[in-house]
């Protein structure tokens, strides 16, 4: 079951040493002159180029560089060149966000084809990853006091994104000495996998969302505290992605959380349980919620859960009036509905779900799409969702607080336009002082 998706794999050897610094020279098919010469040009040029002359044949290796970047590999000019720019566009991604250039260059074995490598060319533990379609990061770090000197080499299969994760790990091994907690590091350099900028929409492999969907959800302290190495499985892997990819792009929990990063790669006295504490139950919430409807497209920051608002018990006739926007997730209406009571909606507007844009009310089209919603929180937990719509009385499947949104797909939000004036009222008998109909009844009854 393993076997055919990368079980990566990071190691990092640490050497104390005062005053002294050691530069690693790892075993290479091309020989110490040809990487140094390789290394030295690739601090001149800033193009993409290949650097041998040898005939160019299929499974030919050869070296590749590009500004931030040396690459060993058995793929073709055009594939490495592609990889090579993806490589550049993701450090650019990484190190802005850590504010910490990439100021050496990033060595990495990129490999089709291990046919196609003499059998001396990787340390064992390399080979052993490469063979089982993974790849590791080799790092040396020598350390005098603060300072420290660090060089990291990559050996990865050419495929599913490993290089770009692998070189995430180098970078914050050169840059920084550490990768952070086995959760940050993977969770972070899957991340970078994925990476697209000014995009933040959930893009992670297909295998990966289906496989955290079907599955009983890890919690939180499961994912932080555990004990669990690096390298350990794919699936490990998707869970501190979806919780990376969940606190980086949700606005309740951005702000946070590249500092608490920052904290762990320069080694503060940081934790996750410190930083937020405070908002435990909310993000235990949001990240099951995430895991729950988890889909290609899915953007967690129009999906936030809005924490603030206050929420009251509605009186008499007075409603409470509520903007509703065709591109969020459930949004608060302040109400506190009581599953005893009728309550009666009017929505006024028109919005849209679909890239033709047609406008549709609060009752949505045919088959459903663009209606309002609602949902119930108690105390965390969430209702059945149930149907509003333009104009219609309705009751609550549980007490609690009344949250709302336009009926789409959870991947197909962001195109959605338009917002709606929504209004929540007691119904009519309701407000005027009657509990409910079978009561007014039973009241008549009596008389
Ligand atoms: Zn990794």
Same mark, same amino acid.
């Given at each position: 079951?393993?076997?055919?998706?990368?079980? +990566?794999?990071? =190691?990092? %050897?640490?050497?104390?040493?005062?005053?002294?610094? *050691?530069?690693?020279?790892?075993? /290479?098919?091309?020989?110490?002159?040809?990487?140094?010469?390789?290394?030295?040009? #690739?601090?001149?040029?800033?193009?993409?180029?290949?650097?041998?002359?040898?005939? $160019?044949?299929?499974?030919?290796? &050869?070296?590749?560089?590009? @500004?931030?970047?040396?690459?060993?590999?058995?793929?073709?000019?055009?594939?490495?060149?592609?990889?090579?720019?993806?490589?550049?566009?993701?450090?650019?991604?990484?190190?802005?966000?850590?504010?910490?250039?990439? &100021?050496?260059? *990033?060595?990495?074995?990129?490999?089709?084809?291990?046919? !196609?490598? @003499?059998?001396?060319?990787?340390?064992?533990?390399?080979?052993?990853?490469? $063979?089982?379609?993974?790849?590791?990061?080799?790092?040396?770090?020598?350390?005098?006091?603060?300072?420290?000197?660090?060089?990291?080499?990559?050996?990865?299969?050419?495929?599913?994104?490993?290089?770009?994760?692998?070189?995430?790990?180098?970078?914050?091994?050169?840059?920084?000495?550490?990768?952070? @907690?086995?959760?940050?590091?993977?969770?972070?350099?899957?991340?970078?996998?994925? +990476?697209? $900028? !000014?995009?933040?929409?959930?893009?992670?492999?297909? %295998?990966?969302?289906?496989?955290?969907?079907?599955?009983?959800?890890?919690?939180?302290?499961?994912?932080?505290?555990?004990?669990?190495?690096?390298?350990?499985?794919?699936?490990?892997?998707? +869970?501190? +992605?979806?919780?990376?990819?969940?606190?980086?792009?949700?606005?309740?929990?951005?702000?946070?959380?590249?500092?608490?990063?920052?904290?762990?790669? =320069?080694?503060?006295?940081?934790?996750?349980?410190?930083?937020?504490?405070?908002?435990?139950?909310e %993000?235990?919430f949001e990240?099951?919620f995430?895991?729950?409807h988890?889909?290609?497209?899915?953007?967690?920051?129009?999906c936030a859960w809005d924490w603030k608002p206050k929420f009251?018990?509605?009186?008499?006739?007075?409603?409470q009036?509520v903007k509703v926007s065709?591109?969020k997730g459930w949004q608060p209406t302040r109400v506190l509905v009581?599953?005893?009571?009728?309550y009666?909606c009017?929505?006024?507007?028109?919005?849209?779900?679909?890239?033709?844009? #047609?406008?549709? =009310?609060?009752?949505?089209?045919?088959?459903?799409?663009?209606?309002l919603i609602g949902v119930v929180m108690d105390?965390y937990k969430l209702s059945d969702e149930f149907e509003l719509?333009?104009?219609?009385?309705f009751?609550v499947p549980q007490s609690g607080q009344l949250y709302v949104r336009c009926r789409?797909?959870?991947?197909?939000?962001?195109? !959605?336009?338009?917002?709606?004036?929504v209004?929540i009222?007691?119904?009519? !008998?309701?407000?005027?002082?009657?509990? /409910?109909?079978?009561?007014?009844?039973?009241?008549?009854?009596?008389?």
């Amino acid at each position: 079951m393993s076997n055919w998706y990368p079980r +990566w794999r990071w =190691t990092t %050897i640490s050497i104390s040493l005062a005053l002294l610094l *050691i530069p690693l020279h790892l075993p /290479s098919p091309f020989g110490k002159s040809q990487w140094a010469s390789t290394a030295s040009a #690739a601090q001149k040029k800033p193009s993409t180029k290949k650097k041998n002359d040898r005939t $160019e044949a299929e499974g030919t290796l &050869r070296d590749y560089f590009s @500004p931030h970047f040396l690459v060993h590999t058995d793929l073709s000019a055009e594939e490495a060149e592609d990889l090579l720019k993806r490589l550049e566009t993701m450090i650019k991604l990484v190190s802005g966000y850590w504010g910490r250039p990439c &100021r050496q260059t *990033i060595e990495c074995y990129v490999v089709k084809d291990l046919e !196609n490598w @003499p059998k001396d060319a990787f340390p064992a533990a390399a080979l052993d990853s490469l $063979e089982s379609g993974g790849g590791l990061t080799m790092t040396t770090v020598v350390t005098n006091g603060n300072d420290f000197q660090a060089k990291a080499t990559v050996y990865a299969v050419a495929d599913r994104g490993t290089p770009q994760h692998e070189a995430v790990h180098a970078y914050c091994g050169q840059s920084f000495g550490t990768t952070g @907690p086995t959760w940050y590091s993977e969770g972070m350099a899957e991340m970078g996998n994925y +990476w697209n $900028e !000014n995009d933040h929409s959930v893009n992670a492999a297909e %295998i990966v969302i289906r496989y955290i969907r079907e599955s009983e959800p890890k919690s939180l302290n499961e994912i932080v505290n555990s004990n669990e190495r690096t390298g350990d499985s794919w699936q490990n892997y998707a +869970w501190r +992605w979806a919780l990376c990819h969940l606190l980086e792009h949700n606005p309740n929990y951005r702000e946070r959380f590249r500092p608490l990063g920052l904290g762990f790669l =320069t080694k503060q006295k940081v934790s996750f349980e410190q930083v937020y504490g405070s908002m435990a139950d909310e %993000i235990s919430f949001e990240y099951l919620f995430f895991l729950n409807h988890l889909e290609a497209g899915y953007r967690v920051d129009l999906c936030a859960w809005d924490w603030k608002p206050k929420f009251r018990v509605l009186r008499g006739t007075r409603g409470q009036n509520v903007k509703v926007s065709a591109a969020k997730g459930w949004q608060p209406t302040r109400v506190l509905v009581d599953e005893e009571s009728t309550y009666a909606c009017e929505a006024a507007g028109e919005w849209s779900v679909d890239a033709e844009g #047609a406008m549709l =009310t609060a009752d949505g089209n045919d088959a459903g799409s663009g209606r309002l919603i609602g949902v119930v929180m108690d105390d965390y937990k969430l209702s059945d969702e149930f149907e509003l719509g333009a104009e219609v009385t309705f009751t609550v499947p549980q007490s609690g607080q009344l949250y709302v949104r336009c009926r789409d797909g959870w991947g197909e939000i962001a195109d !959605n336009k338009g917002t709606l004036a929504v209004k929540i009222k007691l119904a009519d !008998n309701e407000a005027k002082g009657g509990k /409910s109909v079978s009561s007014i009844t039973e009241e008549e009854s009596n008389d």
